[in-house]
């Protein structure tokens, strides 16, 4: 078999499209729920290391340092297979959204916290001495100027995470990965690989461009 | 001595640097890919060796053809590329004979009929594939099982199937309640829950399906290969295999017995 029938074989792109359609599908709406779920959760975790008192967080240092330290693919096995015998049994879903948002949220939680420390100490004592309280200090002043800095990383976070969604496919998740490597098995030619890492590409160069030029942007501001 | 040592020195090293380069390269007349944990055709011991019905067969035809066989690990659905890429030379894990397989590959002459089955908990109130409607069903990714499931599955009323990586991660899931029922090959089903009280078979699925080795396509291997078990068939090597690992004396029309033609498209 010659090199395009084998790994660009137009009749098993056409049969195997519309799974791999299917898996783009679960590939980009678990993609989007641990990126936002992790957002949310790692705004707030880095505002309790920042801010809470010493307990809380130290409680949130340890959190950030743990699952930055866990592999991926390690803490989805556990959550998925280990859980259960807690009699937590959560679905194939479920479980690799958990892991992804754990690891996503302590990631973002650390840029966040880079971020913030970033903005020089004088606007937190202006913003005192004018009499603000601490969330209009936070939301008016602090975090529009923290967010613009933490946008090149976050989205590189981002990239990451829908990435790391193709380690799913070890938990029965129909993923773009995993319906790839069905249509390969099923028509034992694969091409159906070829076209899973064509759309893995395709879905994430334009934001791998947009960190590009995001961090050209802010560069260029900064030194202004 | 000295100039001796000097000029040895730069040829150890490179040596050296060929060795690591050369340490994959360095294999056995026949790799033979096997997805191992697929009970009882290809395993491992306790001691670390792969064993098996088609360990021993691929060994014996290896023995016959005065060739040295390896055999490496390679998940069911990633042996397909493995062979058409050549990272081996042969294919064994019960891979079933498919036309669609056949437009890609080639397979030696079957040895050995299969169907399919139905497992669930032995503490499942189900009896078979009626008692499956609205359930969840774990299947072997690629597999005809997975195969089989997929194109009945509006007829059986199947409410969701999930693709494992084999039969061990599925049988973990089966016992958790994630899945309801397993469809796959009765062999491996049969020989994994013999010492294990809580699974059980409750339907086995004709399938008309038969087993053999994949090669790749083109591949003059085949050729050899499809003589040394018409050879192990008559000397009657493959139904002593089948007794040594089923129990059972194969049936004389089995194509574990019969010698057949090497398979092509209809």
Known sequence: ?224 | MKSFLSGLAPAAVSLCVLCVLNANAVAADLVVGANIGNVPWEFQESSGEFVGFEIDLVKEIGARLGKSVEVVNIPFNGLFSAVQAGRIDIAVSSITITDKRLRSVAFAQPYYDSAQSLTVLSKSPASGLADMRGKVIGVDTGSTGDMWTTSNQARHGFAEIRRFEGLAPAMLDLQSGRVDGYISDIPSLEYFIRDKQHFRIVERIATGETYSMMFAKGNPLVIDVNRVITELKQDGYVAELHERWFSSIPAETSSTVRVAELPAID
């Not at chain 1, 070829?194 to 030194?223: D, S």
């Open chain 1, 1 to 224: 078999m010659g090199f395009v029938e084998t790994f660009f074989n137009w009749d098993v792109i056409v049969s195997s499209f519309p799974l791999l359609l299917s898996g783009l599908r679960v590939t980009l709406f678990l993609g989007a729920v641990s990126i936002i779920s992790g957002l949310v959760l790692g705004l707030f975790v880095a505002l309790v290391r920042l801010y809470a008192n010493r307990p809380f967080s130290i409680a949130a240092k340890i959190y950030i340092d743990v699952f930055r330290s866990i592999p991926l693919l390690v803490l989805l096995i556990v959550v998925y297979y280990a859980l259960p015998f807690v009699g937590l049994r959560l679905s194939p879903f479920m479980s690799a959204a958990l892991a992804l948002t754990l690891v996503s949220c302590a990631y973002t939680a650390e840029i966040f916290r880079a971020g913030i420390e970033a903005i020089p100490r004088g606007q937190f004592e202006a913003s005192q001495a004018l009499g603000l309280s601490y969330r209009h200090m936070m939301v008016d002043v602090i975090l529009p100027q923290a967010i613009r800095i933490v946008i090149p990383p976050l989205t590189n976070n981002c990239i990451n995470v829908v990435k790391d969604t193709a380690l799913a496919s070890v938990v029965a998740m129909p993923d773009l990965l995993k319906q790839a490597t069905q249509a390969q098995a099923l028509e034992a030619n694969p091409t159906p690989l070829i076209v899973a890492a064509l759309m893995y590409i395709a879905l994430l160069w334009p934001l791998v461009m947009l960190v590009g030029r995001l961090e050209k942007k802010h560069r260029g501001e900064t030194h202004r």
